[in-house]
């Protein structure tokens, strides 16, 4: 089984930059669509951007962060990432990695796994 790590989160001023870790453990020769999400108090879950660690398709992202996000993975060190620039207030949430198993084509919420415990950013104006 994975599990998973997130760290990197904190505060940041709008238009700034701040990078997420997810490093995970476990069955870590296997290939996985790893998701970030987010959540914010009274807001549903959503889907922030996802990689798949085969490398066989492009990422995916959110309309709300395409152009100002991005996912990457380095598989030697177990670790994806995520990218934030041009920050926003909006941006502010609880920030959660995830793992599904095979390609991100077609993942649902329901086909992630393994979650990680959060780590807060949060994007002052």
């Known amino acids: 089984q994975v599990r998973l790590a997130e760290s990197g989160g904190g505060s940041v001023q709008a238009g700034g930059s701040q990078r997420l870790s997810c490093a995970a453990s476990?069955?870590?020769?296997?290939?996985?669509?790893m998701g970030w999400f987010r959540q914010t108090p009274g807001k549903d879950r959503e889907e922030v951007a996802t990689?798949?660690?085969?490398?066989?398709?492009?990422?995916y992202y959110a309309d709300s962060v395409k152009g100002r996000f991005s996912i990457s993975q380095d598989n030697a060190k177990n670790t994806v990432y995520l990218q934030m620039n041009s920050l926003k207030p909006e941006d502010t949430a609880m920030y959660y990695c995830?793992?599904?198993?095979?390609?991100?084509?077609?993942?649902?919420?329901?086909?992630?796994?393994?979650w990680g415990q959060g780590t807060q950013v949060t994007v002052s104006s």
């Open positions: 995830a793992a599904a198993g095979g390609t991100c084509i077609g993942v649902e919420v329901a086909d992630f796994r393994y």
């Open positions: 476990g069955a870590t020769d296997e290939n996985f669509c």
């Open positions: 990689v798949y660690t085969g490398g066989e398709h492009n990422p």
